[in-house]
């Protein structure tokens, strides 16, 4: 067990969602949070919200030495870190891969993916300091099918890639790792790929409510914290998606077969791509 009372600790995507939640969580529990963030003045909002247990960093994690200069600020401040988030995120609005372009497949993939890279970067040499816990938010998404959201589904992949090399890598160090697989949560990322697109909930519906039901941001952060606080490698969220996660390798190749084969499903992807051609620059 590890009692994040004293302990130092920094996140990336603080300012809103499981990122904000995280923090409070975090201070409740006795430690110190570095809130990083590009969002300057809603940072400063929240820092003030949350005391002075709270310090601010404005930071990108698509720029690598902004980023590091404030995990190294912070550090600095702090007298060392303790544990790393990286929990900054985007996500495209629903469309096609042939729908998708290439600038939005660079933004979700710079911040979800190449993001978390550079946090690991960032953050590893304070850690290793430390011997502590790097936690990256991935997403069921990184084991389920991305159909109409192939940019999301990629990175999130490639995150549980990311932390499934370092749990080998970082274990000579010392420095635990958590990889979090949350379903859909409330945030403002979730939702801001549904407003106004009829099509989004016609979609939704199409799958299981127990699946598609939405977790609070603060349940999330229950589920990180508490993770860090037992060292667990990983925590999935809503409990209902578990079994998926287990079974993937059997579950995953028969999903894909039903979805291919699911007539309302090809109606609304036909409606998404004929959407896409009238409108070849949304989104």
């Not at 990122?19 to 820092?47: F, H, M, Y």
């Not at 544990?83 to 993939?109: C, H, Q, W, Y």
């Not at 635990?176 to 409330?186: H, L, P, W």
């Not at 609070?216 to 925590?235: C, G, M």
């Amino acid at each position: 067990m590890t009692d994040l009372d004293g302990k130092r600790v920094v996140i990336t995507g603080a300012a809103r969602g499981i990122g904000l939640a995280t923090a409070r969580g975090a201070i409740a529990r006795g430690a110190r949070v570095a809130l990083l963030d590009r969002d300057e003045l809603e940072l400063k909002q929240v820092v003030t919200e949350l005391g002075a247990a709270a310090s601010a960093f404005v930071a990108d994690v698509t720029d690598p030495e902004g980023l590091s200069a404030a995990v190294a600020a912070a550090a600095a401040e702090f007298g060392g870190i303790d544990v790393v988030v990286a929990n900054a995120g985007v996500a495209p609005k629903m469309a096609t891969v042939a729908g998708t372009s290439l600038a939005e497949f660079d933004r979700v993939i710079g911040v979800n993916l190449r993001g978390v890279w550079n946090t690991v970067q960032a953050g590893l040499p304070h850690l290793g300091v430390s011997r502590g816990r790097l936690v990256v938010v991935a997403s069921v998404y990184s084991f389920v099918n991305g159909v109409l959201g192939a940019p999301y589904a990629v990175s999130k992949a490639g995150v549980e890639a990311l932390a499934r090399t370092l749990r080998v890598e970082l274990a000579v160090a010392g420095i635990g790792i958590t990889t979090a697989y949350f379903g859909f949560v409330d945030t403002d990322l979730v939702n801001g790929t549904k407003v106004g697109d009829p099509l989004f909930e016609k979609t939704e519906k199409l799958f299981p409510r127990m699946l598609t039901k939405r977790i609070s941001p603060d349940r999330a952060a229950k589920e990180i914290l508490r993770a860090v606080e037992r060292n667990r490698t990983r925590v999935v969220a809503p409990a209902l998606w578990r079994p998926l996660d287990w079974l993937r390798g059997i579950v995953g190749p028969l999903g894909d077969t039903v979805l291919a084969r699911a007539g309302k499903l090809r109606d609304v992807l036909v409606q998404v791509r004929a959407r896409e051609v009238s409108s070849p620059n949304e989104p």
